[in-house]
């Protein structure tokens, strides 16, 4: 779990850039402990934007997650108290894996993840050959 202000969250996703492409439209976070790091699914290692952490310090996480689904998680940050504290999460209970954000004393809010390096292997989204996740039946 990484803590942040919402403000700070909502900045750094506002930085992801838009694809026309939908089998590029993924953005990468990368939680080292300290800072989340924002990537996208095609160009992982090109650092586009990082937000400061603060509060608890976790374990280490990485996901990749929906770029289009960011749209509809940015609507509800502007919703929050930008000042307050936000948690945010892979969550692997069950798949598929969910990024899960819980501000202070609010409801939790949550976004499909593409793939999760760092989560269970048995709890991993599953992909295809290609990197992609499988289609919808």
Same mark, same amino acid.
């Given at each position: 779990?990484?803590?942040?202000?919402?403000?700070?969250?909502?900045?750094?996703?506002?930085?992801?850039?838009?694809?026309?492409?939908?089998?590029?439209?993924?953005?990468?976070?990368?939680?080292?402990?300290?800072? #989340?790091?924002? /990537?996208?699914?095609?160009?992982?290692?090109? $650092?586009?934007? *990082?937000?400061?952490?603060? +509060?608890?310090? !976790? %374990?280490?996480?990485?996901?990749?997650?929906?770029?289009?689904?960011?749209?509809?998680?940015?609507?509800?940050?502007?919703?929050?108290?930008?000042?307050?504290? #936000?948690?945010? /999460?892979?969550?692997?209970?069950?798949?598929? $894996?969910?990024? *899960?954000?819980?501000?202070? +004393?609010?409801? !939790? %809010?949550?976004?499909?993840?593409?793939?999760?390096?760092?989560?269970?292997?048995?709890?991993?989204?599953?992909?295809?050959?290609?990197?992609?996740?499988?289609?919808?039946?």
């Amino acid at each position: 779990m990484a803590q942040l202000t919402i403000r700070d969250l909502y900045d750094l996703l506002s930085q992801a850039p838009r694809r026309r492409d939908l089998e590029q439209d993924g953005i990468r976070l990368v939680y080292d402990g300290k800072a #989340i790091h924002l /990537s996208t699914a095609d160009q992982p290692d090109t $650092v586009i934007a *990082a937000a400061r952490t603060c +509060g608890f310090v !976790t %374990g280490s996480w990485d996901v990749t997650a929906y770029r289009a689904s960011v749209v509809t998680v940015m609507a509800w940050l502007r919703m929050l108290d930008s000042e307050d504290l #936000i948690d945010v /999460s892979p969550f692997w209970a069950s798949a598929p $894996v969910l990024i *899960a954000l819980t501000p202070a +004393g609010g409801q !939790t %809010g949550a976004f499909p993840v593409i793939a999760c390096p760092s989560a269970p292997a048995d709890r991993r989204p599953l992909l295809r050959a290609d990197g992609l996740p499988p289609c919808p039946e």
